[in-house]
């Protein structure tokens, strides 16, 4: 198997949606308390999230494509702001994982974000999905913070 990366910026957003809905349904599968929350995410509002993101920072996409097949299977979308860079969403398809895509997703981004001399670098893990803190790890992520949020519902 053969991988070529793609990168680029806002231009291949479009190209991250149907994997970021897989990602989302990964997390509302494996959510303990916020399921209906990620049910209710559609990549519309991701992807206008991560255009507004790019308004005040410099925003970096990647896809990694199967060059057999020319099949997306997986994407890192990584952003730099005046605060810090962050790793803002990654994904790769389940049977595309353990072949080394991931590490190059993040030996690309922190490049890049050490290329911008930023002086923290972050990334969110969703609760239930703790088994991803090994490979966070290999690349010096530590459990800084623990961020608790109340669930809260439409009155109506």
């Known amino acids: 198997m053969t991988i070529n990366y793609i990168t680029g910026s806002t231009e291949l957003l479009d ?5 970021w809905e897989k990602l989302n349904a990964q997390h509302a599968a494996h959510s303990l308390h916020f399921a209906e929350d990620y049910a209710a995410h559609v990549y519309a509002g991701r992807k206008a999230y991560f255009l507004d993101k790019a308004q005040s920072g410099l925003l970096r996409v990647e896809l990694a494509q199967d060059t057999a097949t020319g099949q997306t299977v ?3 979308v990584s952003l730099v702001t005046e605060e810090a860079g962050a790793i803002e969403s990654i994904f790769i398809e389940a049977d595309y994982r353990r072949q080394g895509i991931g590490d190059a997703f993040m030996r690309h981004a922190l490049d890049w ?14 609760v239930g999905n703790e088994q991803a803190f090994g490979f966070y790890e290999r690349y010096g992520f530590r459990p800084r913070h623990i961020v608790l949020q109340q669930q809260t519902y439409a009155k109506g």
């Open 15 to 19: 190209a991250v949606g149907p994997l």
């Open 74 to 76: 997986g994407y890192c």
């Open 113 to 126: 974000m050490d290329g911008h001399n930023v002086s923290m670098k972050r990334v969110v893990v969703a």
